[in-house]
């Protein structure tokens, strides 16, 4: 069965610095997102990806975050100057279209802290 | 400060007995629901999907209720086993100007069964 692969599973990194988190998603599917969970909480959504550029955003996505397809099967998303209230899980998902269904598949994520 | 992050409603039922999972959403322009399993350490994974054109979808030991009168969406599982011990999430979908396919989550129930 077709996966969202993430990586890395976990990755620890100072306040301030850059992280890149990766993600491959689905082949045939064509929007990808990027959602995150604090320890706890319930799943939020940051953004979604759709042709090339960004379709839309939270006001959790500020300017500290970016996404990027750098080539035809990886998308990625980066946090500038990262902050303490970034750890969570973050989760990329993909989607053969915007109708959903058992197509918008989520990745296992990564656990991003920050100390 | 500290992030207590928020209390998951727990339902405990035991092995073999039905279980139902109630969710309330906000949008009534929300024309699409799924609910999701998550385990431990593990991404979302499609249960179940039922469309606002909808009041009942079954799938297999699995049921979607959705009560667009007062907003409400539930999830029964029969015959609830051991390996259905999870975190249950519904999602809601809008389908209103502009949105890409974002999903808006719920904040989940933990369900623990009991063998």
């Known amino acids: 069965e077709p996966e969202v692969t993430q990586t890395p599973s976990h990755q620890v990194t100072q306040m301030g610095q850059e992280v890149i988190l990766r993600c491959v998603p689905i082949?045939?599917?064509?929007?990808f997102y990027w959602y995150r969970q604090i320890l706890g909480q319930k799943v939020e959504f940051l953004v979604s990806?759709?042709?090339?550029?960004?379709?839309?955003k939270s006001e959790i996505f500020d300017d500290q975050f970016s996404v990027e397809r750098p080539d035809g099967s990886n998308f990625t998303l980066k946090i500038r100057s990262t902050k303490l209230e970034d750890s969570a899980m973050y989760f990329c998902a993909s989607s053969e279209s915007r109708a959903g269904g058992d197509g918008y598949t989520f990745g296992s994520g990564t656990r991003l802290t920050v100390v | 400060g500290e992030n207590v992050g928020l209390h998951l409603p727990t339902l405990s039922v035991q092995e073999g007995d039905n279980s139902i999972i109630n969710c309330a959403y906000s949008?009534?322009?929300?024309?699409?629901f799924i609910w999701y399993k998550q385990e431990s350490g593990k991404g979302p994974q499609f249960i179940i999907d039922?469309?606002?054109?909808?009041d009942k979808r079954q799938g297999q030991r699995v049921t979607v209720l959705l009560n667009k009168t007062v907003k409400h969406l539930s999830l029964q599982i029969a015959a609830t086993q051991p390996g259905d011990s999870a975190v249950y999430f519904c999602?809601?979908?809008?389908?209103?100007?502009?949105?890409?396919?974002?999903?808006?989550f719920g904040k989940g129930t933990k369900l623990s069964v009991k063998p």
């Open positions: 999602a809601e979908k809008g389908n209103y100007g502009g949105s890409q396919g974002n999903l808006i």
């Open positions: 949008n009534s322009a929300s024309d699409y």
């Open positions: 039922i469309r606002s054109n909808m």
């Open positions: 082949s045939n599917h064509l929007y």
């Open positions: 990806f759709y042709n090339n550029e960004i379709s839309e």
